[in-house]
T-cell receptor, first 110, second 114 residues
Framework: GEDVEQSLFLSVREGDSSVINCTYT??????LYWYKQEPGAGLQLLTYIFSNMDMKQDQRLTVLLNKKDKHLSLRIADTQTGDSAIYFCAEAYGNNRLAFGKGNQVVVIP | DAGVIQSPRHEVTEMGQEVTLRCKPI?????LFWYRQTMMRGLELLIYFNNNVPIDDSGMPEDRFSAKMPNASFSTLKIQPSEPRDSAVYFCASSLQAGVDGYTFGSGTRLTVV
């Protein structure tokens, strides 16, 4: 299957920016996603980017896609305590299949 | 739509007992996925159904695990007999065509086998 890699842990002060990185393997992926998992909850789709885009901005979230390096990042501006969660990147491949990374835990320090 | 509904939310059972986890996907979605999440192994895909048919069960750990999808609105994941190492959070997700919506996950069942 596809292999999506993420770093594991990030701690950030409230109000600062957070950047979470991810690398993926399938250059033909049409969509790439960021999911958020809050404690005790399931994964929720946070945002996605289509493969023909380099950047997507959605309020405090900025997604950057570098197709050449197969690198995806999520920047959260003005990080708040409610942003503490595990963040998963995922790539679409094959027929309706998503490959998920191992997740990156973000801890926001007040 | 109420989203993907899983039951129970929590299950505590003794080793050797049979455990059945249930999932109701979003109406109209034609793909259903069962995942297991642990601290050690992260999120693992166990099995994937498309139009109620199992397409890929290569992630099912062993014969003690079985999954069924008798109709488009219901799926079960059964573990028999259960073992302490099966303790994890089990998620069900459904999808129509990943696209802009990706997968929609349920809230999960936290299973503890003692």
């Amino acid at each position: 299957g596809e292999d999506v890699e993420q770093s594991l842990f990030l701690s950030v002060r409230e109000g600062d920016s957070s950047v979470i990185n991810c690398t993926y393997t399938d250059s033909s992926s049409t969509y790439l996603y960021w999911y958020k998992q809050e404690p005790g909850a399931g994964l929720q789709l946070l945002t996605y980017i289509f493969s023909n885009m380099d950047m997507k901005q959605d309020q405090r979230l900025t997604v950057l896609l570098n197709k050449k390096d197969k690198h995806l990042s999520l920047r959260i501006a003005d990080t708040q305590t409610g942003d503490s969660a595990i963040y998963f990147c995922a790539e679409a491949y094959g027929n309706n299949r998503l490959a998920f990374g191992k997740g990156n835990q973000v801890v926001v320090i007040p | 739509d109420a989203g993907v509904i899983q039951s129970p939310r929590h299950e505590v059972t003794e080793m050797g007992q049979e455990v059945t986890l249930r999932c109701k996907p979003i109406s109209g979605h034609n793909s259903l996925f069962w995942y297991r999440q642990t601290m050690m192994r992260g999120l693992e895909l166990l099995i994937y159904f498309n139009n109620n048919v199992p397409i890929d069960d290569s992630g099912m750990p062993e014969d003690r695990f079985s999954a069924k999808m008798p109709n488009a609105s219901f799926s079960t994941l059964k573990i028999q007999p259960s073992e302490p190492r099966d303790s994890a959070v089990y998620f069900c997700a459904s999808s129509l065509q990943a696209g802009v919506d990706g997968y929609t996950f349920g809230s999960g069942t936290r299973l503890t086998v003692v």
